[in-house]
């Protein structure tokens, strides 16, 4: 595995606590978003042509994920959208780090 890649694993496991533990309280730690999304920009370039991902790193990716989604049913309608447009960002990041890689194999 590229060390870099190692790196950013270690480094989402950081920014997801970051993140995870505050929305619980239904809080939006926006620096901590903001280093996740650019976390993510980074993996898009370098596992643009990968075959296989490690499992570390997108079973980290879904936490994150299926935590805002899930703390998003349980704040008021103007908390949603914030909520939600957080979630939207991180599900376009997640489809082009592990959708155009899908999209470009020839079936």
């Not at 995870?20 to 978003?33: D, G, H, T, Y």
């Not at 879904?62 to 909520?83: G, M, P």
Request: net charge negative; hydrophobic share 45%.
């Amino acid at each position: 595995m590229d060390n870099r890649i190692e790196e950013i694993i270690q480094l989402l496991d950081a920014v997801a606590t970051e993140i995870i533990v505050p929305l619980r309280r239904k809080v939006i730690n926006e620096v901590a978003f903001s280093e996740l999304f650019k976390l993510m920009d980074e993996l898009q370039s370098l596992l643009y042509n990968e075959k296989n991902v490690e499992k570390e790193m997108v079973a980290l990716l879904f936490l994150i994920y299926t935590q805002i989604d899930t703390q998003a049913k349980y704040v008021t309608e103007d908390e949603r959208n914030i909520f939600m447009t957080y979630l939207s960002k991180m599900r376009v990041r997640m489809r082009e780090i592990f959708g155009k890689a899908l999209q470009n194999e020839e079936v």
